[in-house]
């Protein structure tokens, strides 16, 4: 029995998310003893909660970085940003609108994915530098079309959003969906075969019929979608859309990839390490708060994990 | 005979570098295997061998870029004194020429001769340099149209490689004493290449020494003055040039065309042959259940005709479930393998979008299809969820064959696929290719083996891009190939390479 | 594209955008007015170099905008209440860029994901130091970046000498030629028998040299700082390179095209407010020229390929 246990568990520590979930895990406990357990739940709860958002445009990223070398989306804060400003503005606090609000949103990540893919496709150039600048365009609209104001979300919206179902938070049900979506496209579909062979070698993939510039095109759609996703849950959940509200997701949206442990490398993927990745980083800062240590020692923790991570999991050196 | 010692009668003074017993492992390839030979100032030394012979094993010892797993390597410093490891065997003045240019395409001409001389620094190294660069391109290349300051991504091949040989030859803070050139005339047309061996010649006639390696045995003769020939990582013949012929040293190489080759090409069956299938813009043709090959010496646009069709008859956008065209890739790391994923998944690749079931991938069907493959190519192994990566090269592309054939694709399109392939591999990928083709498939088949054209239904003979030749039925012969794939010279001389030896007399 | 050919883009562009602002507002073309237009160009002008440097060893910043917030912060507390702690922390700061280019190459670790952890650490050092928005500027950087030279204004001059010191360096310099070459064929370096390591550590090095400048030049602009006082120069800096003439691989780099590209983001931005335009758009305009000039520059490098494969065909036949 036991010996089964330690099977079990071994097989578990050999696959690649697993460290972001016991490092969580651990987080979890480190925060739970400071308060002799008490609040288990409440921090729970609220981890499943900001987890969701970082877990699901970490999913969009998770597919752009599985492309290989180079790909990375740097337009998903402009998305969000954009995506949340149009469809709170749209629904100006009615009720009745939230589901074409919900439509706006999806279009515009929809259009962004296009307009990225074709900047990348037609200007032949890096994804970083096609996404960059079409971020800066998106950012302008978001500033130009929301004036400041800041627009409340309609009052069904906000409730769903911060409410929960079955003690789970509605916003972690949604997220976990649409990671068991990606997890099934990703390892069980012809797009995932597609996608991850276009990451590990392209010209291959290319040579043994894998249509690679659908692959691309539809990988950065999705991703921008998933972005104005986020930004209209998020703009719902806290109460408006702010211009700045998609800013840090940059960062974590990569971070949450790579603690998760995909490679950056591409071809290489999974999408239980982006929940993992979204956790952690979101209970590392909860248990630091709770130590009282302040903004500045997290995002050193923060960042000291990431590399610590690369590092780890690197684990080739190579002659000097 | 493993032992090879300096320039045979005239004694010679104490050699420039000296390889005793050096085996060079990778994993279980044995690359180089007890190699000893020494070579002292004045001599050109001529390195011939087949492909994977272990010379550029050898090359990659002698100039430091690899340490031998055993045995020893030793150079003399210009003072006298001997030493051993990578940064001695620059300060003993060795210099290599490689294959793959290893130049800086972003500097400039003379900012590239930067990063071998280390001297070059301080106030006026920019005109050093230049003045240094310039003189020796002066000295071997007359008549070059290259200037220091020009971006080395902007030169032809040829003038990069002219640049690359130049900076080998120019003398730094400590002068050159021994080049090593590595195929170095692949990309220079005759008259440049002509400058390269007088100079060569020259330069061994002042007490310099060179490594000569080509597939051009009339060059090879043209400068050497000792021919060392290799074969599975030993050095089995090692003698002054005037003693060798060329028939000798293609004999020693023990390349012959099999009797078993020339009578399969014999057992040809036109009945099974159909209409025409296809025909590119530049003349390629190929009909229903033909095998069709691509000649020629390698680099001539073989590779380039096929990718460019291959890539004319399928998209990158719409997914296929009935392919037209399947492609199998000869330079697997490039253009085959998917490194991270398993056997199975590696050869299902293309057959894949038949095997999906209400959305997702059928596992059991693809299963299926593997072991199917698996027991029809015979690829060894005991699992076929086992990374294709722990396969040998040959079973890798066993199973690059399986993904294009497992396609339904009816014309299948064959880039050289047998580089690197044991004789037992190529074997049975020749029944297999003609299994195929007896049902109705249609190959084209770019091949550097002579042996593996002459068993195709027509052949196509490259030379220079475009196509020189049409060969068909009893035309396939070496002879024929092997004149469409030379341009005559006006000395009335055929040219040879290593792969075509024999037709060379 | 040869180096000549890769300038005159950069060149253009600026010249276009000059142009435009100065038939929108003349009043621009003065001493006053152009000091006015560069002013803010001059710490993004160095933030771009310090990338440049950073892409020419084929690797990318994604912390240069935190690691410059840091030093503005650094500057404008220690540097200034304790010269010698500040000057200490600043040097240190360099010699880690440094470590972290020699981890990068000898762990083969992706510089886009340990500069991105990174720039959590800046950012968490630099909120350490000034938790909110203060400090004030020393005195001397103060006096630097208001000092009034004769005929053309200090930002001109400091471009200028930037533009001019850093291609010295990096384009003229037989170090800097090792440093391009390691970009454009590391293979080769090694073999001549150089440590890559050393080298890429250097070209982080003069990274974070170029950082902390910016960060003072900044200090010194603004007169106060705070933890977040720099960000979008991440990404400034990376579109002024392209903008440049730069790409991501080969150690292609210009630092003259740098500094241009800097100064034509800038540019960008201040020009709609002459053109009565929305300061929304400021960021957008910075947006689309990029897209603008990277079309172009498609067009010139099809035309070049036509022209020189045209050229080719003809000396063959």
Redesign the interface.
Known sequence: MAHRMADMIGSLARRPWFWAFAASALAFAATLYLTDGRGGGGLLSAALTFASFSAIVGIGQMFVITLGPGNVDLSIPATMTLAGTLALKFMDGASSLVLPGLGIALLVGLGAGCFNYLLIRLLRIPPIIATLSASFLYQSLAIWWNRGLRIKPPEVLAEFTTGSFAGVPNLAVIGIVIALFGWLILERSLAGRWLSAFGQNTRAARLSGVPVETVRAVTYISCAVLASLTGYLLASFSGGAALNMGAEYLLISIAVVVIGGSSIAGGNSNVPGIWGGALLMFLVVSMLNSYGLGAGVRLIMTGTIIIAIVAAASGKGRAV | MQQATGAGEQKPDVPLVALSGASVHFGAVRALDGVSLSISPGECLGLIGHNGAGKSTAVNVING?LTPTTGRIEYTMPDGSTATG??AA?ASGIR?VFQEL???????VL??L???H?D???SG??QRAGTRILQSLDTIFSGHRIKPG??V??L?IAERQMVEIASAFADGSDATRLVILDEPTSSLDASIARQLLDHVRAFCAGGGAVIFISHMLNEIFDVATRIDVMKDGKIIASRPAGDFTQKGVIDAMGHVVGDDAQKQSRDRDPERIGEEVLRTPEGLAARKGEIVGLAGLAGHGQAEALARF?FSR???????RA?EV??V?GDRG????????SIL?NLS??H??RL?RR???DGAAEQALGNEWKSRIGIRTASMDNPILSLSGGNQQKALFA?ALA?TAPIVVMDDPMRGVDVGTKREAYDLIRREAAAARTFLWYSTETEEVCQCDRVFVFRNGRISAELSGAEITEENILSASFEMQETGEVPETGENLEAGR | MNGRFRILLPVLSLAVLLAAVFYLQPRAMSYFGLNLLFNLAVPIALATIAQMMIIMVNDIDLSIGAFVSFVACVTATYLNDAPLIGALILLASILAYAALGALIHLRDLPAIVVTLGMSFVWAGLAVLILPSPGGAAPEWIRAVMTVKPPLVPMAVVACVLIAGLTHLLIMRSSTGTLLRAVGGNAQAVFRSGWSVVRLKAGAYALAGLFGVLSGMCLVGLATSADANIALRYTLLSIAGVILGGGEFTGGKVSPVGAVLGALTLTLAASLLSFMRLSPDWQIGAQGAILILVLAVRLVFARKGRKWKEAGNGSSDG
């Open positions: 870029g990578r940064l620059r290599s290893s130049l800086c395409p972003n500097l400039t900012e590239n930067r990063i071998p280390r070059l620094t301080g190294w920019r020009m971006t991504g902007d032809t291959y399928s998209g990158s956008t719409r997914r296929v392919p399947a492609f890739a490039r253009d085959g393998v998917l490194p991270l994923w998944r690749l293309t894949l979008p999906v959305g997702l991938v993904r396609s």
